[in-house]
């Protein structure tokens, strides 16, 4: 550590807060304006830099680097008002959470139109003419093209600034990103102010990917890559703000860049690596902005929606036919081993589904009774795995004693995790739980000596009485049937009636006596429960355990799972785990290309059941039941 590197490494963050400004600009726009959490956001960048490379490639010789760069840019803007106008107007009246799961099939469609348009293989781009050298900094040398980028993040917020206030395009975003209903009241068409949003926003989601081509070479990782820090930024920022956008990105970019900076540390006989803090500094930000401002650091309280879907009815106790429809369910899938002792791999899927139906109604059930949005539940399954494989592992425990203490443990996560998450809702609590799992993943994957690092646990069995594959087949269902008709009775004892009302009035429940934050404490907690039984019988089917397994990708299937299937019945968590991890096996065993197909059954199921597969079916039953009863 010297001065000389600590300056070097300060204009490295400066370089990186540009890239990342230009991409957290665009999504908090779209967000600001259209109140969509934009998870396709990424793919834009990563078409950029795609597109950019085609371009320079192609055209670089006649119009030159620069100008192929701007191309790639409106190119990227011309797509996003296409995605706009061709998607995204069809659903804004639905629930907002349903947008999300559109922009996630999207995000999979682009994945692999770049991977067959462009292949698998890395790209790597030019030098740009003119920046392709180096200056002396302090006896260091400093790419002139990070020099260029240190200077182009402040530029394009000037542009942004000029453009929102002075004028009345801008005035009129301004306005919407506060109350976007009463702006169409006073006689602006909402929908081309909403696709002119959107275009600028991928725009420079675009100018940011094209930036990046000659500083690192175009891959099919970057969108994953960039939206989890870009949504941070946004977060931690405040929702559309744009100066708090960039002053964001600075903060964690520097703080990046001093932690690489800092490197090994010995602190009282202890080494302690800050490089590795830069996996998960970002959420460590967005963690303590978000408890001691919720709003982050120039938002403000958003406007309440007023089209945020259709009011949930109060859920009816299921009646004669419900309950011999579940029995036949169960007999059914007590033979089914029987019936399929010729193909043990439809017991091996069976068993998948059956842990992915318990972790999608235990997200469920605080995401649809409770009302919380959580996008960091695969913490809880994460934890629960972990427990288990540690408990057998580490302790020499019985599989039978882990499956019990597992569920615990993920519990006393989701009890200190909880505590923080109720004070806070909407996106804001979706983003605090995500940054709470992101935390968990970054420790589970660095603790080499505990948790096996970045390659997991391994050698992690059943009890010999459960090595046939049929018995454990057994003791999963027993224990998810047990689990979800245990969830479903919660939600008609008091407990869920009170968990509805503070969903659905908060000022009345108080009023009434109900301590609301208190309350969805205890069903955060329960929800983190199940999830660890969900991870804990996972870790024992699979025989291991990784990383992945805490990933935002998990947190993310288990959002699919519930929307897909509906959040406003019961039943719906069940039926979207079945059809996604269903359509995820089958597709990707029998496609190259499985991320499109499964991307374009899920838009088609959305915009054909915006309020899921199950909530269609029960709206088509309620009318049937209607027309009965209104021709006797």
């Known amino acids: 550590m010297n001065f000389s590197g600590f300056v070097v490494q300060l204009l490295n963050g400066l370089a990186g807060a540009s890239s990342l400004f230009l991409v957290a600009a665009g999504l908090s726009l779209i967000f600001g304006v259209t109140r969509i959490v934009n998870f396709a956001h990424g793919s834009f960048f990563m078409v950029g830099i795609y597109v950019a490379y085609s371009l320079v490639a192609n055209l670089g010789g006649s119009i030159g680097f620069w100008p192929s760069l701007l191309l790639a840019a409106v190119a990227v803007g011309v797509l996003g008002a296409l995605v706009e106008v061709l998607l995204l107007r069809r659903i804004y009246r639905a629930p907002e959470l349903f947008q999300l799961l559109a922009t996630f099939a999207l995000g999979l469609v682009i994945k692999d139109a770049v991977l067959w348009?462009?292949?698998?293989?890395?790209?790597?781009?030019?030098?740009?003419?003119?920046?392709?050298?180096?200056?002396?900094?302090?006896?260091?040398?400093?790419?002139?093209?990070?020099?260029?980028?240190?200077?182009?993040?402040?530029?394009?917020?000037?542009?942004?600034?000029?453009?929102?206030?002075?004028?009345?395009?801008?005035?009129?975003?301004?306005?919407?990103?506060?109350?976007?209903?009463?702006?169409?009241?006073?006689?602006?068409?909402?929908?081309?102010?909403?696709?002119?949003?959107?275009?600028?926003?991928?725009?420079?989601?675009?100018?940011?990917?094209?930036?990046?081509?000659?500083?690192?070479?175009?891959?099919?990782?970057?969108?994953?890559?960039?939206?989890?820090?870009?949504?941070?930024?946004?977060?931690?920022?405040?929702?559309?703000?744009?100066?708090?956008?960039?002053?964001?990105?600075?903060?964690?970019?520097?703080l990046k860049a001093i932690c690489i900076w800092l490197g090994l540390v010995e602190i009282a006989g202890i080494s302690i690596s800050f490089s590795k803090l830069t996996l998960v500094v970002e959420f460590l930000v967005m963690a303590v902005v978000l408890v001691a401002r919720p709003w982050g650091l120039f938002g403000r309280p958003q406007a309440p929606s007023r089209h945020a879907g259709l009011a949930e009815q109060p859920l009816r106790r299921p009646d004669r036919l419900y309950n011999y429809a579940l029995v036949g369910l169960l007999a059914v899938l007590a033979l089914v081993p029987t019936l399929a002792a010729q193909s043990p791999y439809v017991t091996v899927l069976l068993i998948d589904l059956l842990v992915a139906v318990l972790f999608a109604a235990s997200l469920h059930f605080i995401m649809g009774p409770a009302g919380m949005h959580s996008f960091g539940h695969a913490a809880y399954f994460g934890l629960g795995a972990y427990g288990a494989a540690l408990l057998v592992r580490g302790l020499n425990l019985p599989m039978e004693v882990a499956l019990v203490v597992a569920p615990a443990l993920a519990a006393l996560g989701a009890f200190v995790y909880g505590w923080f998450c109720v004070r806070l809702s909407g996106v804001y609590l979706a983003m605090l739980t995500l940054a709470f799992a992101q935390i968990t993943w970054a420790?589970?994957?660095?603790?080499?000596?505990?948790?096996?690092?970045?390659?997991?646990?391994?050698?992690?069995?059943?009890?010999?009485?459960?090595?046939?594959?049929?018995?454990?087949?057994?003791?999963?269902?027993?224990?998810?049937?047990?689990?979800?008709?245990?969830?479903?009775?919660?939600?008609?004892?008091?407990?869920?009636?009170?968990?509805?009302?503070?969903?659905?009035?908060?000022?009345?429940?108080?009023?009434?006596?109900?301590?609301?934050?208190?309350?969805?404490?205890?069903?955060?907690?329960?929800?983190?429960?199940?999830?660890?039984?969900?991870?804990?019988?996972?870790?024992?089917?699979?025989?291991?355990?990784?990383?992945?397994?805490?990933?935002?990708?998990?947190?993310?299937?288990?959002?699919?799972?519930?929307?897909?299937?509906?959040?406003?019945?019961?039943?719906?968590?069940?039926?979207?785990?079945?059809?996604?991890?269903?359509?995820?096996?089958?597709?990707?065993?029998?496609?190259?290309?499985?991320?499109?197909?499964?991307?374009?059954?899920?838009?088609?199921?959305?915009?054909?059941?915006?309020?899921?597969?199950?909530?269609?079916?029960?709206?088509?039953?309620?009318?049937?039941?209607?027309?009965?009863?209104?021709?006797?």
């Open 117 to 254: 348009y462009w292949g698998p293989e890395e790209l790597l781009g030019p030098r740009a003419p003119g920046l392709s050298g180096s200056v002396s900094i302090l006896g260091r040398q400093f790419p002139s093209y990070d020099l260029f980028l240190i200077v182009a993040g402040p530029v394009v917020l000037g542009l942004l600034w000029l453009l929102l206030t002075k004028t009345r395009w801008g005035t009129l975003v301004r306005a919407a990103t506060q109350d976007r209903e009463m702006v169409s009241a006073l006689g602006v068409n909402q929908a081309w102010l909403f696709t002119a949003v959107f275009a600028l926003g991928a725009l420079l989601a675009g100018l940011g990917g094209a930036l990046q081509l000659p500083r690192e070479p175009a891959n099919l990782e970057m969108d994953l890559n960039i939206i989890g820090a870009a949504f941070v930024v946004v977060v931690v920022g405040g929702m559309g703000s744009i100066p708090g956008a960039y002053v964001a990105a600075l903060l964690i970019a520097e």
């Open 443 to 632: 420790i589970c994957y660095q603790w080499d000596t505990f948790t096996g690092g970045s390659n997991g646990l391994t050698g992690v069995w059943p009890s010999e009485w459960l090595a046939d594959r049929k018995m454990y087949y057994y003791l999963t269902l027993s224990l998810v049937a047990g689990a979800v008709l245990l969830m479903h009775r919660m939600l008609y004892s008091p407990f869920g009636y009170a968990m509805r009302a503070a969903r659905d009035s908060v000022l009345r429940s108080d009023a009434i006596g109900i301590n609301v934050k208190r309350l969805q404490w205890v069903a955060f907690v329960l929800a983190g429960t199940f999830a660890g039984l969900a991870g804990a019988l996972y870790a024992f089917s699979k025989g291991s355990i990784s990383p992945e397994s805490l990933h935002v990708g998990k947190s993310i299937d288990g959002l699919v799972m519930v929307l897909l299937g509906g959040v406003q019945t019961l039943v719906g968590p069940v039926v979207g785990a079945v059809t996604f991890t269903w359509l995820h096996d089958t597709v990707a065993r029998n496609t190259d290309y499985w991320r499109a197909m499964l991307g374009a059954i899920i838009l088609i199921l959305v915009l054909l059941f915006p309020q899921g597969i199950a909530g269609f079916i029960k709206q088509v039953l309620t009318r049937l039941r209607g027309e009965k009863e209104g021709q006797s």
